[in-house]
């Protein structure tokens, strides 16, 4: 049964630091995706991730995947204001379901 | 612009009382799901659909059921609402294979048993 772990749960930061948000997952997947929320909205997609080694970025997120390892990252580079918001990640799994990690509550501190 | 459309966005029900919520999508797609969000617990799947008529149980299925009569809309029913479903229900849609087109969401459904 795929399930999926992301850390840390909350994450409060200074605007201009970098950090990383991580994502495990326990089975096979064939693709990974991280989505954004903000509060009272609903997901906003990020990026998809399909293979292994495969990086994308926007902006001052990179996101990025090791299939062998089965963990995925978020990296935040320079943080600024507007990247406050609930960041998930989640996993394709068997029959097409998505299954979710806890999600990171990201607080970006003048 | 292709949407998933939740019909509330806010409802406060009774314990005991049968609730409908209702998930419409215009994009001909294939599967839709119903997911709770809850605080530090992410997002749980309830069930799934990938026809019509067509449904699969997810992770917590328990205390809910799902109907889907036509290809665009997939409700979920709660038969007695009791105060541990109060959550935020979250629906969404995809193709067939969403390998590369991904799921979108609806804006969600906060609702409250009182």
């Known amino acids: 049964e795929l399930k999926v772990e992301q850390n840390p749960l909350f994450l409060s930061m200074q605007e201009g630091k970098n950090y990383t948000i991580y994502c495990n997952y326990s089975?096979?997947?064939?693709?990974l995706y991280w989505y954004r929320q903000d509060p009272g909205k609903s997901l906003e997609s990020l990026f998809v991730?399909?293979?292994?080694?495969a990086v994308k970025q926007e902006g001052r997120l990179m996101a990025s995947l090791d299939t062998k390892a089965r963990l995925s990252t978020l990296h935040i580079t320079a943080a600024v204001h507007d990247l406050s918001a609930t960041y998930f990640c989640?996993?394709?799994?068997?029959?097409?379901?998505?299954?979710f990690g806890t999600g990171t509550l990201l607080a970006v501190q003048p | 612009d292709v949407k998933v459309t939740q019909s509330s966005r806010y409802l406060v029900k009774r314990t005991g009382e049968k609730v409908f919520l209702e998930c419409v999508q215009d994009?001909?797609?294939?599967?839709m799901f119903w997911y709770r969000q809850d605080p530090g617990l992410g997002l749980r799947l309830i069930y799934f659909?990938?026809?019509?008529?067509?449904?699969e149980k997810g992770d917590i299925p328990e205390g809910y059921s799902v109907s889907r009569e036509k290809k665009e809309r997939f409700s979920l029913i709660l038969e007695s609402a009791s105060t541990n479903q109060t959550s935020m229900y979250l629906c969404?849609?995809?193709?067939?294979?969403?390998?590369?087109?991904?799921?979108?969401f609806g804006s969600g459904t906060r609702l409250t048993v009182v």
């Open positions: 969404a849609s995809s193709l067939f294979n969403p390998y590369y087109s991904g799921y979108t």
């Open positions: 089975t096979t997947s064939d693709r």
């Open positions: 991730l399909l293979s292994n080694g």
């Open positions: 989640a996993a394709g799994g068997a029959t097409n379901k998505l299954i």
């Open positions: 994009m001909d797609h294939e599967n």
């Open positions: 659909s990938y026809d019509v008529k067509m449904k």
